[in-house]
């Protein structure tokens, strides 16, 4: 059983974009803070951005600030992840999770590589 699932994912030379979406249950999506977080191979995990589902704050982590937008479609209990700009320091697997992460709600990532 599925609870997170993320997609959009794959190969985008520099200066491209992508846009990630997580398809989230409804009870993980009922907490009202959600996010991105990645982690590139042999590194740790990054948080990238949150939204707070209640009033529409949201965050970013300084290197992505400016580039990346996170947003959410309520109804559809779906998170989205713009990442425009793309550089390859951005190449990593991409999660969504609630904000703080609960370590039993991780899904399989969707891969995101930005080579030339």
């Known amino acids: 059983q599925v609870q997170l699932a993320e997609s959009g994912g794959g190969l985008v030379q520099p200066g491209g974009s992508l846009r990630l979406s997580c398809a989230a249950s409804?009870?993980?999506?009922?907490?009202?803070?959600m996010g991105w977080y990645r982690q590139a191979p042999g590194k740790g995990l990054e948080w990238v951005s949150l939204?707070?589902?209640?009033?529409?704050?949201?965050n970013y982590a300084d290197a992505v600030k400016g580039r990346f937008t996170i947003s959410t479609d309520n109804a559809k209990n779906t998170l989205y992840l713009q990442m425009n700009s793309l550089k390859p320091e951005d190449t990593a697997n991409y999660y969504c999770?609630?904000?703080?992460?609960?370590?039993?709600?991780w899904g399989q990532g969707t891969q995101v590589t930005v080579s030339s």
């Open positions: 999770n609630t904000v703080p992460f609960d370590a039993r709600n």
């Open positions: 409804r009870s993980i999506f009922s907490r009202n803070v």
């Open positions: 939204i707070n589902r209640d009033d529409g704050t949201t």
